[in-house]
């Protein structure tokens, strides 16, 4: 949900470089909120096991960490529109946070 955020702003950003509006971001950030509410809450109803954050077997500064790393990237995908490398670098925090909670869970 989150990698698809940034995809999103980021043809966002391609198609109108010079945007002026703080609203699409916005838009796109709520909506994903809304969408990884919405899979979670699928996840629950089947009995499964959360795969957030919160619900990790982790050191609690490991959690905290991957919590704010994903803080700053949210607050990038809405403070900086219309820049490319920004929302690469979100993509790489998503990437990386996903990439250490599955190493986590093995």
């Known amino acids: 949900v989150f990698t698809l955020r940034s995809l999103v702003l980021m ?3 391609v198609r109108y470089p010079h945007a ?3 609203l699409p971001p916005l838009l796109v950030v709520l ?3 809304a969408a990884a509410e919405n899979v979670t809450a699928w996840y629950a109803r089947r009995g ?3 795969r957030t954050i919160r ?3 982790a050191p609690a500064g490991a959690q905290y960490l991957m919590s704010a790393t994903q803080f700053h990237a949210t ?3 809405l403070l ?3 820049r490319l490398s920004v929302q690469l670098v979100s993509l790489c925090v998503i990437q990386s946070a996903a990439f250490v909670m ?3 869970r093995r």
């Open 11 to 13: 043809a966002i950003a």
């Open 20 to 22: 002026e509006t703080c």
């Open 31 to 33: 909506c994903a909120m």
């Open 48 to 50: 499964e096991s959360s």
């Open 55 to 57: 619900d990790l077997a």
């Open 75 to 77: 607050t990038g995908c």
């Open 80 to 82: 900086t529109r219309g």
């Open 102 to 104: 599955t190493l986590q």
